[in-house]
């Protein structure tokens, strides 16, 4: 699974860095290295939305919060994966 967080202004503003890093900290406590890859890209054109946008192999998800996190976590990347 690929996982691209957009790092462009707007999403580093609704605090992208907190998104990646808790990424980074879910995909180890759930030993998903092997199996999930973390970039960085560009502006995804969804500006608008509430929350942090990202594509994920290929797919465009937006509006990820912190607040939200648990619950994308779980059913983006976890169930996806068979977790």
């Known amino acids: 699974?690929?996982?691209?967080?957009?790092?462009?202004?707007?999403?580093?503003?609704?605090?992208?860095?907190?998104?990646?890093n808790l990424l980074k900290k879910s995909i180890?406590?759930?030993?998903l290295e092997d199996k999930v890859m973390l970039a960085g890209t560009t502006c995804l054109g969804q500006c608008k939305s509430s929350g942090v946008n990202m594509r994920i192999d290929g797919n465009v998800v937006t509006?990820?919060?912190?607040?939200?996190?648990?619950?994308?976590?779980?059913?983006s990347v976890l169930i996806p994966l068979g977790k």
Not at 1 to 19: D, L, P, R, T
């Open 1 to 20: 699974m690929k996982i691209e967080v957009c790092v462009g202004s707007s999403c580093h503003v609704k605090g992208g860095q907190n998104i990646l």
């Open 28 to 31: 180890k406590e759930n030993g």
């Open 63 to 75: 509006g990820v919060t912190e607040a939200g996190f648990n619950d994308f976590f779980k059913s």
